[in-house]
Structures are given as structure tokens and as C-alpha cells.
């Protein structure tokens, strides 16, 4: 796996090494030890799929609140999103600061996103699915946002999203010192 540091510290894009012959190809997704040797400490204890039927359905920007932090590593398997990371960390010399990159099944590139750090993604196809890797596990009522459009991040969306919860459109903004 190549990791390829992002503006945002702690954000990273992970890229596989895929070893092909007549057959197709085979590729490692994780493995703790590597993410480790690479400065990135990543033991996922839960795995969620995320099914999206519509092109330009928007889920987020969403993180688990302190005690409860999640890192999360992000990888579509089918179609493509444009895949976002907000620094939230009030001690980040990025806070308010996003990134983004596509994710897609045929790139097959994902995106390790830290505690501290709200994520969301545009679907850019239809019937797009999304795969969570997580750790810790998701705690209910810990479960928080940030909207999508919310100007103190000024987030450049490739297009305004055609499918989004009324809960991800309606979180406050987020406020000049944070929240």
C-alpha cells in the first residue's frame, strides 16, 4: 500500500499495490502492521456498508463526538464519490480546513480520515456503494454533523446534491470558534 498525506494532518489517501496475472488481480486493503509502519495506527473493529441507488445523494458531513471518536477508513466498491474530510480539531493548525478526493471501484483508493475529523461524500453515479472500515465500534447517541453547505467551511462540491437526510441538511452552523 502506498499513504499519501493529505493538506489535513492525519487525513491520508491509501492507495493499493495490486499484483495481477491472466487470472485478474489481487490486492491487500488493510493490514494493521503496514498502516502502523506507515505512522498511521488503523485497527478496524467494525465494517459498515453504505448502499446509495441515486447519483448525487449526499450523506454528511458526519463524526462520532468525544469519548466516542471514530477513525474511520473510506473505499467505494461500486461507482464513485467525491469524498470529503473536515478538520474539526480546535488545536489543528487546518481546523476548518477540508480536503477531498474521488474514491471509486475502479481507483480503488481509500481515504483514512482521523478522530476529530467530520466526513461525507456526493455521490457522482448511481448505484454507488461505500464501505466503512471503523474503529472504535459506533456508539449510539454519540453520533454528531456539520452541514454540508455550512459557509465556515466553504466546501467546492462538484454539484448541489439532489438526495440528503433532513438531518443533514438542517445541522447549525458551525459557528467562528466551533461549536
Known amino acids: ?85 473536515v478538520d474539526l480539531r480546535l488545536d489543528s493548525p487546518t481546523h476548518r480546513g477540508w480536503t477531498a478526493c474521488e474514491l471509486s471501484a475502479d481507483n480503488a483508493r481509500a481515504l483514512l480520515i482521523p478522530e476529530g475529523v467530520a466526513h461525507g461524500f456526493l455521490t457522482l453515479e448511481p448505484d454507488t456503494d461505500v464501505l466503512y472500515q471503523i474503529s472504535p465500534g459506533f456508539e449510539p447517541g454519540h453520533e454528531a454533523g456539520v452541514r454540508w453547505d455550512d459557509p465556515a467551511f466553504a466546501i467546492a462540491w462538484p454539484e448541489a446534491p439532489a438526495l440528503l437526510s433532513p438531518r443533514d441538511a438542517t445541522y447549525p452552523d458551525y459557528g467562528p470558534g466551533g461549536r
Open 1 to 85: 500500500m502506498r499513504f499519501a498525506q493529505t493538506q489535513i494532518p492525519g487525513v491520508v489517501v491509501v492507495e493499493i499495490e495490486p499484483r495481477g496475472d491472466a487470472r485478474g488481480a489481487f490486492a491487500r486493503l488493510h493490514d494493521p502492521a503496514e498502516f502502523a509502519a506507515a505512522g498511521h495506527p488503523f485497527t478496524p473493529v467494525q465494517t459498515s456498508l453504505s448502499r446509495n441507488p441515486q447519483r448525487a445523494t449526499l450523506r454528511g458531513l458526519h463524526y462520532q463526538a468525544a469519548p466516542h471518536a471514530e477513525m474511520k477508513l473510506v473505499r467505494c466498491v461500486r461507482g464513485r464519490i467525491f469524498d470529503v474530510a
